[in-house]
């Protein structure tokens, strides 16, 4: 079964950092464009960043631009997440996801179960 597990979430005080990870269970990573999103309770689920199979395309939703940066490492077949300066408002569970476009609206094939971060003092 292929399958995308999410680790790295947490409680974190407003102005700190958290790391993100996205491993594969049955695949790898490097054929795939890799995307991270967020749904807050109440919310709808909102593309946060991605990135090309080949690196060449990154992109950020607006409100995390500047904080976030979305990165791999083929070699531990791990994309991540790096997010900085968090805000209450980024508080959502998050999901990373494995497709063929790079797109904050594309369509993904598979998907992980999410981590929760929560951002608050």
């Known amino acids: 079964q292929l399958q995308l597990v999410e680790s790295g979430g947490g409680l974190v005080q407003p102005g700190g950092s958290r790391r993100l990870s996205c491993t594969p269970s049955?695949?790898?990573?490097?054929?795939?464009?890799i995307g991270w999103f967020r749904q807050a309770p109440g919310k709808e689920r909102e593309g946060v960043s991605c990135?090309?199979?080949?690196?060449?395309?990154?992109l950020y939703a607006d409100s995390v631009k500047g904080r976030f940066t979305i990165s791999r490492d083929n070699a531990k077949n791990t994309v991540y997440l790096q997010m900085n300066s968090l805000k209450p408002e980024d508080t959502a569970v998050y999901y990373c996801?494995?497709?063929?476009?790079?797109?904050?609206?594309?369509?993904?094939?598979?998907w992980g179960q999410g981590t929760q971060v929560t951002v608050s003092s």
């Open positions: 049955g695949f790898t990573l490097d054929d795939y464009s």
């Open positions: 996801a494995a497709g063929w476009v790079c797109g904050l609206n594309a369509d993904y094939v598979h």
């Open positions: 990135i090309s199979s080949s690196d060449d395309t990154i």
